[in-house]
Antibody, heavy 122, light 107 residues
Framework: QVTLKESGPGILQPSHTLSLTCSFSGFSLSTYGMGVSWIRQPSGKGLEWLASIWWNGNTYNNPSLKSRLTVSKDTSNNQAFLKVTSVDTADTATYYC??????????????WGQGVMVTVSS | DIQMTQTPSSMPASLGERVTISCRASQGISNYLNWYQQKPDGTIKPLIYYTSNLQSGVPSRFSGSGSGTDYSLTISSLEPEDFAMYYCQQYDSSPWTFGGGTKLELK
C-alpha cells in the first residue's frame, strides 16, 4: 500500500527558504517509472504542479517559479524533498506530494499525501 | 503553457442525476488528460487517467472521454460521496497544468 506524508515548518518569514519533506512507503524511488511530484494549492484556489523527481534522478521544475525550486531524494530512507527559496506571501498554500506513475502514455499522480499547510508571514 | 478551462465552475445537482463536467485545452493534448476528485478536507483522489481509463477502485459510474482539445468527465448517477471538487490535468507538455476546478454541489 502506497502512502505519502508531507512535513514542513508551518510558518516562515518572507525571503526565507521553505524546506519540505515527503516521507513515503509502499514503493521505491529507485524503481523504473516511479516518481514523486510536488503540487500546491493556495487556499480556495486551484492546483499548481511545481516539480517532479524520477527514479533515475532526473528532475523537472515548473518554469513559473524560475530557479527557486530544488527537488531531491533520499532513496535509502524513502524520502523526497522540496526547497523553495526567497518565499513571499504568494507561496502561502497547502503543499502536496504525490506518487507519480510514468509509462509510454501515462503520467499520473496516482497517490497523494494529505498535504501540509505553509504560511509565509512576517 | 497549456491552459485548461473547466466548465462549469460550479454545478448544483441532485442525487441520482447524470452530470458531465467539461475540460478544454488551449491546444490539442493527444488524450494526455487525467481527472482528480478533491473532498472538502483536502483529500485528493485520482479518478481517470489517459482520458478514459478508470483508476483501480473507482466506481464504474465515473467515465471519461474526449479527444483533441475537448474532454469530459461523466458521473452516471450521483451518490452522496460524489459532491466534491473535480480537476482535470494535462500532461501533453510541461509544465503539467490543471483546470480551475468544478464544484459539484447538492441541489
Amino acid at each position: 500500500q502506497v502512502t505519502l506524508k508531507e512535513s514542513g515548518p508551518g510558518i516562515l518569514q518572507p525571503s526565507h527558504t521553505l524546506s519540505l519533506t515527503c516521507s513515503f512507503s509502499g514503493f521505491s524511488l529507485s524503481t523504473y517509472g516511479m516518481g514523486v511530484s510536488w503540487i500546491r494549492q493556495p487556499s480556495g484556489k486551484g492546483l499548481e504542479w511545481l516539480a517532479s523527481i524520477w527514479w533515475n534522478g532526473n528532475t523537472y521544475n515548473n518554469p513559473s517559479l524560475k530557479s527557486r525550486l530544488t527537488v531531491s531524494k533520499d532513496t535509502s530512507n524513502n524520502q523526497a524533498f522540496l526547497k523553495v527559496t526567497s518565499v513571499d506571501t504568494a507561496d502561502t498554500a497547502t503543499y502536496y506530494c504525490a506518487h507519480t506513475r510514468y509509462s509510454s502514455y501515462i503520467h499520473y499522480f496516482d497517490y497523494w499525501g494529505q498535504g501540509v499547510m505553509v504560511t509565509v508571514s512576517s | 503553457d497549456i491552459q485548461m478551462t473547466q466548465t462549469p465552475s460550479s454545478m448544483p445537482a441532485s442525487l441520482g442525476e447524470r452530470v458531465t463536467i467539461s475540460c478544454r485545452a488551449s491546444q490539442g493534448i493527444s488524450n494526455y488528460l487525467n481527472w482528480y476528485q478533491q473532498k472538502p478536507d483536502g483529500t485528493i483522489k485520482p479518478l481517470i487517467y489517459y482520458t478514459s481509463n478508470l483508476q483501480s477502485g473507482v466506481p464504474s459510474r465515473f467515465s471519461g472521454s474526449g479527444s483533441g482539445t475537448d474532454y469530459s468527465l461523466t458521473i452516471s448517477s450521483l451518490e452522496p460521496e460524489d459532491f466534491a471538487m473535480y480537476y482535470c490535468q494535462q500532461y501533453d507538455s510541461s509544465p503539467w497544468t490543471f483546470g480551475g476546478g468544478t464544484k459539484l454541489e447538492l441541489k
